[in-house]
């Protein structure tokens, strides 16, 4: 079994900065790739940022300049670094990692993380 914990959403004013965490533990012998979505009220969950295995990465176009996704292996743990964020950020933020369990290939999903982006 898999565990992925979220951390670091709140409330921030636009224009402020916040950095996500999502920490996997369990039984992992391999992590391919590992991505931040997010879904807003009414919206679809939708992709924000993916990095790939060697580090390859790929953004939203509403994001790019402004988030920045890292990885740490020696973790297991995805980041995401927000910052000038918009009030349309607004959202629950979910992780996203494809791993090697020790039996198939599985992705997982984070609780979620509420990112609030208001004055």
């Known amino acids: 079994q898999v565990q992925l914990v979220e951390s670091g959403g709140g409330l921030v004013q636009p224009g402020g900065s916040l950095r996500l965490s999502c920490a996997a533990s369990g039984s992992i012998f391999g992590i391919n790739a590992m991505a931040w979505h997010r879904q807003a009220p009414g919206n679809q969950r939708e992709l924000v940022a993916f990095?790939?295995?060697?580090?390859?990465?790929n953004y939203a176009d509403s994001v790019k300049g402004r988030f920045t996704i890292s990885r740490d292996n020696a973790k297991n743990t995805v980041y995401l670094q927000m910052n000038s964020l918009k009030p349309e950020d607004t959202a629950v933020y979910y992780c996203f990692v494809h791993l090697f369990d020790g039996a198939k290939a599985r992705h997982y999903w984070g609780q979620g993380t509420q990112v609030t982006v208001s004055s």
């Open positions: 990095i790939s295995n060697d580090g390859n990465t």
